[in-house]
């Protein structure tokens, strides 16, 4: 799997709304210009982030943007999840568990370990990257 595009803007936006937990909301805007993110596509990154949970938006002069959650709280993973959904290392391992030829695969334990390695780096909570 490679991070898309969304999944990199996602994190930058997150991590740029870590930096600033507790202080107040951030424009989107300011968002896109320290973290060089087009506007446009922003916005299209915040919606399933605000949906989640991860993200809140409030409209008006002194609106923008903040975490939802502390940075304690949001890891990597729920970020990539949130915007590129489940992860997978490859196809057998997505179905959780259905790989026909799971039974005669002499590389699916390496896939299931390497997969799980992954998972636990992106596991990181935000608190620990700013």
Not at 49 to 63: F, N, T, V, Y
Not at 109 to 129: G, P, S, Y
């Amino acid at each position: 799997m490679q991070l898309t595009r969304q999944g990199e803007y996602a994190i930058r936006c997150v991590l740029e709304l870590a930096r600033n937990f507790g202080k107040r909301h951030v424009t989107t805007k300011d968002v896109a210009a320290k973290q060089d993110i087009p506007s446009a596509f922003l916005t299209k990154v915040l919606n399933p982030l605000i949906k989640e949970g991860i993200i809140i938006s409030q409209r008006g002069s002194a609106g923008g943007i903040m975490l939802a959650r502390s940075p304690e709280e949001i890891t990597l993973r729920m970020i990539i999840e949130t915007v590129e959904g489940p992860f997978y290392l490859n196809q057998c391992l997505s179905e959780a568990g259905n790989c026909t030829r799971k039974p005669h695969c002499k590389v699916h334990q390496v896939w299931i370990r390497a997969q799980d390695a992954l998972l636990e780096e992106l596991d990181v909570t935000l608190d620990k990257l700013i």
